[in-house]
């Protein structure tokens, strides 16, 4: 019974070398989320640009509106920028890795700074929120 408690150790070292030594994820992208509002009132793509831009101002995220249906979004932290392309319709958006700087991007492997998820999953969950207002 002893052998067990030596492979039991050496287990919990090699999880808790490779949860500390992990830089990056695999890119996070949201595509084809529907435009869905409390209420289900169907909404105008004028509606849609204000919601999404809303939600990036709010956290920290630079909007710009290159064309309707098409939302160009920069984040700066520190010495790190994301940037997002985010079409859109009246019933869909989707929010797409577009460029970075700092963030350990790896084309070939799509993996990024473990930061990147995180923000994209906050202003995936800011548009949401702003888009049931709509409805109200």
Known sequence: MTWRKPASVLFCLMLLALV?????????????????TATGKEVSLDQVTKAIVQAGSGLGWTMTVSKPGYIIGTLNIRSHTAVVEIPYTTKTYSILYKDSTNLKYDPKEQTIHRNYKGWIERLDAAIKSQLSGLGL
């Open 20 to 36: 500390g030594c992990r830089g990056g994820g695999q890119i996070y992208n949201v595509k084809d989320a529907p435009v869905t």
